[in-house]
């Protein structure tokens, strides 16, 4: 047996334990999930053929896989609506997820070169096992229900620890970062464009239909149509368009390259556009909130001044004066710093009633359980009825103040995590500001996900906390990024100089 042969042998027998464990485990999984969604046999056999298929390329080319989760968990919801996507959605995702981390399972190579233990797999552990824990949880009195709790906990848990794997794995490289940056704008910028024609050209049949029954009451306010474009609502499109301007304006500050800063701003001014046109004031704060956590990541007195003196000025304009009232979105914006709005004064008297409830109950009524399968007579049936409108809120719900502050304490661990690379072990400035755009736009969702239940919705688990993982993959990529990086420059800097020189032979 030659050297390579022997090292090949040795990779393979080191993890093949824990790789078989972890194959099986995912192949239950698969199983339940496909047992969860029920499908018919006709269906199951006409798809059969483009499921061989898919195979086929995800297991010839590794990133398809992940591409095509990418893609897929940004336009579900829209797909959904429009009556194209005949699963559910949350099925459709967990497959995808699955097979991503299947392949990397069988493929040793992605598997053994992926940094996993790190400050975010041990907030994501910490919630895991809370969430498991969960499953014993009976204080409805209404018995353990796996079924329901499993329902509940993947939307809730799981979703995120398989975002954290899927990035952590599979981003591992500049060019793979590049990419995901420019795909991710590309997906911003048609998501805006979708908002363009809804609020330009008007809605299609199927989101005229959800807007006139499901979406009235909340997207029809005082005679002011709120934009949703390719998302489930307004405030879940309204919190991620902030977000994501915040990261993109960050990214197009500190590139070096000169088409990307371009790029990125275009992208960023379209996504704040976009975000006003959601009519969600809770977005506003979002943004703010996120640049003034650039302000301490960027170190830099240059770059802290101007953005203090932006967001001041942008603050007291909608805090004190009526310019562009005349305009309905900002109109719409400006209820957010009304102390007497008639919206803020009901979500208080919702978590005041929840207060009064969840006292008796420290774990929650329990993961997975509604006003649908919590009965009438039951005790904490007004807690399963009450509308949260707040991610946090709804957790605080199902877990009480024990799942609450595990999840805060666990958010915070992430996040400072990510803070210290930034701040401390990345050296280039360009990929200093990618994961300071990250961070930033992180702490924008988390903001969002307390005004607003977003945090665990389409597409925004597998954008920001997927994005979060890949900051801790940053420092093992820094050396590659800088050659990658210089190439870029030196490329740029000759077409920059042969057209000069075209030029004047031209005049010539």
């Known amino acids: 047996m030659n050297n390579a042969s022997a090292k090949r042998y040795s990779l393979y027998s080191e993890v093949g334990i824990g790789r078989t464990l972890l194959l099986l485990l995912f192949f239950v999984a698969a199983l339940y999930e496909i047992y969860c969604l029920q499908l018919p046999l006709v269906m199951a056999i006409c798809l059969s053929p483009l499921l061989v298929v898919f195979v086929y390329l995800a297991f010839t080319y590794h990133m398809f896989t992940f591409w095509t989760l990418f893609v897929a968990n940004y336009f579900l919801q829209c797909l959904t609506r429009h009556g194209f996507n005949p699963l559910p959605m949350s099925g459709v995702s967990e497959i995808l997820q699955i097979l991503a981390l299947l392949i990397a399972i069988i493929d040793a190579r992605l598997f053994l070169r992926a940094k996993f233990i790190n400050p975010m797999f041990i907030g994501m552990l910490i919630w895991m096992t809370l969430c498991t824990i969960q499953m014993f949880n009976d204080t409805c009195g209404l018995g353990f229900n796996i079924g329901t709790w499993y329902t509940g906990a993947r939307l809730m848990c799981f979703q995120l620890v398989y975002a954290y794997l899927i990035c952590v794995i599979y981003i591992s490289s500049p060019k793979q970062l590049y990419r995901l940056l420019k795909v991710w704008a590309v997906l911003s910028l048609i998501s805006v464009y979708w908002a363009w024609q809804q609020k330009y050209i008007g809605f299609t049949a199927s989101e005229?239909?959800?807007?006139?029954?499901?979406?009235?009451?909340?997207?029809?306010?005082?005679?002011?149509?709120?934009?949703?474009?390719?998302?489930?609502?307004?405030?879940?499109?309204?919190?991620?368009m902030a977000a994501t301007s915040v990261l993109f304006y960050i990214v197009a500050l500190t590139s070096r390259i000169r088409k990307d800063r371009i790029f990125f701003l275009i992208t960023a001014l379209a996504c704040t556009w976009s975000m006003f046109t959601s009519g969600t004031r809770t977005a506003i704060f979002c943004m703010i909130v996120g640049f003034m956590a650039y302000i301490f990541l960027s170190k830099s007195i240059k770059i802290a001044i101007p953005v203090i003196l932006v967001f001041g000025t942008l603050i007291a304009l909608l805090a004190f004066t009526k310019i562009g009232n005349g305009n309905s979105m900002i109109r719409r914006m400006r209820t957010a710093f009304d102390k007497n709005d008639a919206s803020a004064g009901v979500r208080d008297i919702n978590k005041e009633a929840i207060r009064k409830y969840i006292k008796d109950a420290p774990w929650g009524i329990g993961v997975g359980l509604d006003y649908s399968n919590v009965p009438a007579n039951n005790k904490y049936r007004k807690l399963s009825t009450i509308p949260p409108d707040s991610e946090y809120v709804y957790i605080w719900v199902h877990t009480g103040y024990i799942g609450i502050t595990v999840f805060v304490i666990c958010n915070i661990i992430m996040i400072l995590g990510a803070c210290y690379i930034v701040f401390f072990r990345l050296k280039n400035k360009a990929l200093q500001g990618i994961g300071a755009g990250i961070c930033c736009a992180f702490v924008s969702i988390q903001l969002g996900g307390y005004g607003n239940q977003i945090l665990c919705q389409f597409p925004n688990v597998l954008l920001f906390y997927g994005g979060l993982a890949i900051v801790y993959n940053l420092p093992y990529m820094e050396k590659d990024f800088s050659a990658e990086e210089q190439k870029r420059i030196e490329k740029e800097q000759e077409i920059r100089e042969l057209k000069l020189r075209k030029k004047r032979e031209s005049r010539v």
């Open 208 to 240: 005229r239909s959800w807007l006139m029954s499901y979406g009235a009451r909340t997207h029809m306010v005082n005679g002011i149509i709120r934009y949703f474009s390719v998302f489930s609502d307004a405030a879940n499109y309204g919190c991620n």
